[in-house]
């Protein structure tokens, strides 16, 4: 059975930091392109930052470019996101995705798994 399970959220004020993880089961996560998405309430799930297969490279959703750090650990199946100078507008539920195909990842299409999401609020 294919788990994601995120963790690490909850309220912070602006200005502040937070540090999500993911922890993945059932697959080997070394095949997998890893991201994160959120979604706020009324909005679509939208993109926020990925990451390719071995770490090398990394992609950044233009608002928290410089903010935000998404990093992967393949021999313990975790993935991270580092979130500084958080923002009320920053305020979502957070999902990790995984996908083994070759797909734009900044869309939702090609994307296996799901976790369910923590929530991050930040209050101004």
């Known amino acids: 059975q294919v788990q994601l399970v995120e963790s690490g959220g909850g309220m912070v004020q602006a200005g502040g930091s937070l540090r999500l993880s993911c922890a993945v089961s059932?697959?080997?996560?070394?095949?997998?392109?890893m991201a994160w998405f959120r979604q706020a309430p009324g909005r679509e799930r939208d993109f926020v930052a990925g990451?390719?297969?071995?770490?090398?490279?990394?992609y950044y959703e233009d608002s928290v470019q410089g903010r935000f750090t998404i990093s992967r650990d393949n021999a313990n199946n975790l993935v991270s996101l580092q979130m500084n100078s958080l923002k009320p507008e920053d305020t979502a539920v957070y999902y990790c995705?995984?996908?083994?195909?070759?797909?734009?990842?900044?869309?939702?299409?090609?994307?296996?798994?799901w976790g369910q999401g923590t929530q991050v609020t930040v209050s101004s």
């Open positions: 059932g697959i080997t996560m070394a095949n997998y392109r």
């Open positions: 990451i390719n297969w071995k770490g090398s490279f990394a």
């Open positions: 995705g995984a996908t083994s195909g070759f797909g734009h990842m900044k869309t939702v299409a090609p994307y296996d798994y």
